[in-house]
């Protein structure tokens, strides 16, 4: 069975340094995988996605993540924190083929990213 | 493009009634509609999976008889959470696929239910 790891519940930064959001994954097939903001009271905004191609994607808002198989992370990044980035990051994985009928999400618990001044 | 959205954004009601919550794909045909529900601080958990013009498919441990899952058009998903309970108070969240074969879901904005 697939799953998602994000390692820290909560992250605080400085405006303007490293933002640095960890995800580990399982998946017994290659993965699809995804980062998602959800800012309060809201749905998901997806922020990048990797499927295949490239092991470094970059996202929206200055965001990017690398997928490292033979680490299976898929940790978030961003060089100088906004104070608009505070909000929750969740990580997710997909299975990356087609089968069942239906292809699951299956998400992390999520970090909160506190951005002080 | 991509845009999905739900009805209400918030709900209150009271214990015991019913109440309903729909999801629509404004700007593309959605062949599978899923449904997750979200506590407070906590990630989504999805509820269950619809398919347009077939039953739902529930994840284990979801009552299908409280979680009523209706998928009628390309465009339409409900969810209608029946003898509502305090319990049930949660936000609840729908997203959506355009194709079969598509990995990617695209989120509708949330429904916040309190149940007095």
């Known amino acids: 069975a697939q799953s998602v790891t994000q390692l820290g519940s909560h992250v605080s930064v400085s405006e303007g340094a490293l933002v640095l959001l960890r995800c580990n994954y399982s998946s017994s097939v290659p993965p699809y995988l995804f980062w998602y903001v959800q800012y309060p009271n809201q749905g998901l905004q997806l922020l990048l996605k990797y499927t295949t191609g490239a092991t470094l994607v970059k996202g929206i808002n200055g965001f990017e993540a690398e997928f490292k198989k033979s680490e299976t992370s898929f940790h978030l990044t961003k060089p100088s924190a906004h104070m608009s980035d505070a909000a929750e990051y969740f990580c997710a994985v997909s299975e990356g083929t087609f089968s069942g009928g239906y292809n699951k999400l299956i998400f992390g618990a999520g970090t909160r990213l506190a951005v002080h001044p | 493009g991509a845009v999905v959205s739900q009805h209400p954004s918030r709900v209150i009601c009271k214990s015991g009634t019913s109440v309903k919550i729909e999801c629509r794909s404004l700007?593309?045909?959605?062949?599978?509609m899923f449904w997750y529900r979200q506590f407070p601080k906590q990630s989504l958990m999805l509820m269950a999976t619809s398919n347009e013009g077939s039953k739902a498919t529930y994840e284990q441990g979801v009552e299908k008889d409280k979680f009523l899952i209706n998928h009628a058009s390309l465009t339409l998903s409900t969810l209608t959470v029946t003898s509502a309970h305090p319990e049930d108070s949660s936000f609840y969240i729908c997203s959506a696929r355009d194709r079969p074969s598509a990995y990617e879901q695209y989120f509708g904005p949330g429904t916040r239910l309190t149940v007095t």
């Open positions: 700007d593309f045909q959605a062949t599978t």
